[in-house]
């Protein structure tokens, strides 16, 4: 069984920046792609960020050049740096550390709230 813990979320303006963390208990975590997902109320989960073992990244469109995924295989986590906040990325955010894996492992989110 994976443990996933985010944190980070809140309440910012138009514009303004979180960063969110995410806590993973996995021994063979460093070598798994993991990704930030997010589900605004309605709407699907969609992937907004992806990152390989290797630190390779890819992201959505619509947070290309805002968002940036790291990890810290040593510590076992993964984070999301969000800038130029829209209120259109308001959401329950979500990390799971192996993409690959079917049913995914998800934590509680966190919630970012971005008013205009």
């Known amino acids: 069984q994976v443990h996933l813990v985010e944190s980070g979320g809140g309440l910012v303006q138009t514009g303004g920046s979180l960063r969110l963390s995410c806590e993973v208990s996995d021994t063979m975590f460093s070598i798994k792609t993991a990704g930030w997902y997010r589900q605004a109320p309605g709407k699907q989960r969609e992937l907004v960020a992806s990152?390989?073992?290797?630190?390779?990244?890819d992201y959505a469109d619509n947070v290309q050049g805002r968002f940036t995924i790291s990890r810290d295989n040593s510590r076992g986590t993964v984070s999301l740096e969000m800038n130029s906040l829209k209120p259109w990325d308001t959401a329950v955010y979500y990390c799971?550390?192996?993409?690959?894996?079917?049913?995914?492992?998800w934590g509680q989110g966190t919630q970012v709230t971005v008013s205009s």
């Open positions: 990152i390989t073992g290797r630190g390779r990244t």
């Open positions: 799971n550390a192996d993409l690959s894996r079917v049913p995914p492992y």
